[in-house]
């Protein structure tokens, strides 16, 4: 069993400096043990150890507090470019990286996405927000090497009362995806119970784009779908840290996207899509969320 490759007394391969049999072994027995029963097991890359998770821990503190002042700031008749201006000056002032910046070849430093822009909307001085609109800033900073991801919704002016439910109902998602988040669960409950619900409320979930593992670098195993099914997918050991980011549609699921810039993602049918974001690590008893 893949527990025997290494020795009681050498140093465990989390990376945290303790003695394998006191940090470690009694982890990957379990591990073994859920794998013999035919469960889908993390790999040990997926798994922070104490001090990699501090580390995210911290780096969320500066990017909950990039995306306060967005917060604070944002207002009708602003540019979404005047956003990333926001976003690159806290980044800068708070002693982080945008990490968004120049990855594969994105060009600004925060993602802004408004109304049936499903994510990944790109900055622009041109895209002016409206009386009505909503719309997602999606914030990655890397922080001492650390990298924390979480995206909010803002209201802009006088929203439709059903769009204001549409923000309401993607962030209710988020905590119910939270409320399936338990160690030796199934990644794939979490999916299941935010798909779930969001067809209750009468919208669809975005299958093709989903959370990934986060931490270390920017994207990571896991994957995370939101229209996965209970009591599939990978077990959900303590140290796995991860994002959950549904995109929910008022209409059909179905997207596309934009071929003039290769990166924003639309709603096919021209719904509008809500979508908030956490960076969340699985514990020993729970949850704990790292970035909002």
């Known amino acids: 069993m893949f527990f025997n490759k290494i020795g009681r007394n050498d140093d465990c391969w989390c990376g945290s400096g303790s003695k394998y049999k006191h940090c470690h072994q009694s982890f990957d027995e379990k591990m073994a043990g859920l794998k013999a029963l035919g469960r889908k097991i993390p790999t040990h890359k997926m798994i922070k150890n104490a001090a990699q998770i ?46 968004p910046l120049n990855y594969e070849g994105f060009p600004k430093s925060v993602c802004t996405s408004i109304n049936d822009q499903v994510c990944h909307g790109i900055p622009s001085e041109d895209d002016i927000l409206e009386d ?15 990298y924390a991801d ?22 209710e998602a988020i905590d119910i995806g939270l409320s399936a988040v338990k160690p030796w669960a199934c990644l ?42 209970k009591n599939t997918g990978y077990v959900l050991a303590p ?17 596309f996207i934009d071929e003039s810039n290769e990166w924003t993602v639309y709603t096919e049918d021209g719904s509008y899509s809500a979508q908030w974001e956490v960076t969340v690590a699985v514990t020993e008893d729970g949850y704990e969320i790292l970035a909002s």
């Open 188 to 229: 794939g409950d979490v999916g299941q119970v935010i798909n779930d619900f969001a067809k209750k409320h009468g919208y669809s979930v975005v299958r093709e784009i989903g959370g990934h593992g986060v931490g270390i670098d920017f994207h990571e195993d896991p994957w995370v779908s939101y229209v996965s099914k």
């Open 239 to 255: 140290g796995m840290v991860f994002t959950i980011e549904p995109m929910i549609n008022e209409g059909k699921a179905d997207i």
């Open 150 to 171: 979480a995206s909010r919704m803002f209201l802009i002016g006088d929203v439709l009362p059903e769009d204001r439910q549409l923000v309401k109902v993607a962030r």
């Open 132 to 146: 009505g609109d909503i719309v997602n800033v999606d914030v990655t900073t890397i922080y001492k090497g650390f």
């Open 54 to 99: 501090d580390g995210i821990r911290e780096a969320g503190k500066v990017n909950n507090a990039i995306l306060d002042e967005v917060a604070a700031k944002i207002k009708l008749g602003m540019s979404t470019e005047e956003i990333n201006s926001i976003v690159v000056e806290a980044t800068a002032r708070f002693g982080g990286i945008a990490a």
